[in-house]
């Protein structure tokens, strides 16, 4: 009977994983991602932050950044769909080998990736983004692509994932009609 229970239970934890995973990169899909990232700004806006420790510290700040492959429908009909899925594993394993181990990453749909910045500043997720842009360069994949990025903070202002998606979504869309192949922050609206 023990045996049974145990091989059930490995077996929930293997669809569970399956369940918030993506099938072609790896990473968390939209579901995991979003279910990750709430329970983090749930910290974050916890009265009492001190009571409530993630993985070993304290949630005193949320960034999100939200990635853009450049032109990628260019790519899907230059390359074919399995270059293009290249591409999206390729930008996966970069941006993960990027961040630090209780940081959260995710496709968000297409060719769009998401990263939960976890204890981190809006200025610290810039510099990680920009950095990972920057390093993508030299990184000598084949095709050649670039990404724009939009990044925003939780705050006052900006205390759901919601807002700090469409914050960093803003950012985003700024990145991409500025040129592309660039990060943007959200810039908070005065009342």
């Not at 077996?11 to 569970?16: A, F, P, Q, Y």
């Not at 790896?26 to 009571?51: M, P, V």
Request: aromatic share 8%; with cysteine; proline share 2%.
């Amino acid at each position: 009977m023990k045996k049974e229970i145990e091989s059930l239970r490995k077996e929930v934890n293997r669809l569970k994983k399956l369940a918030y995973r993506d099938h072609l990169t790896g990473l968390l899909n939209r579901r995991g991602f979003e279910d990750s990232i709430n329970l983090a700004i749930d910290q974050y806006n916890s009265s009492d932050k001190k009571l409530t420790p993630r993985r070993g510290f304290i949630v005193n700040s949320v960034s999100l950044i939200v990635i853009d492959i450049d032109r990628f429908k260019k790519l899907n009909d230059k390359y074919g769909h399995p270059e293009g899925d290249k591409i999206l594993k390729h930008l996966s394993k970069h941006i993960t080998s990027q961040v630090r181990s209780n940081d959260l990453v995710g496709r968000w749909g297409g060719e769009e990736l998401v990263v939960g910045l976890i204890g981190a500043d809006l200025e610290s997720a810039y510099e990680l983004a920009e950095n990972a842009r920057i390093e993508l360069k030299k990184s000598g994949f084949e095709p050649v692509y670039t990404f724009s990025a939009g990044v925003a903070g939780v705050n006052n202002q900006i205390n759901t994932f919601q807002k700090l998606y469409e914050c960093a979504d803003e950012a985003l869309y700024k990145a991409k009609t500025s040129g592309r192949d660039r990060v943007e922050k959200c810039k908070i609206k005065s009342n």
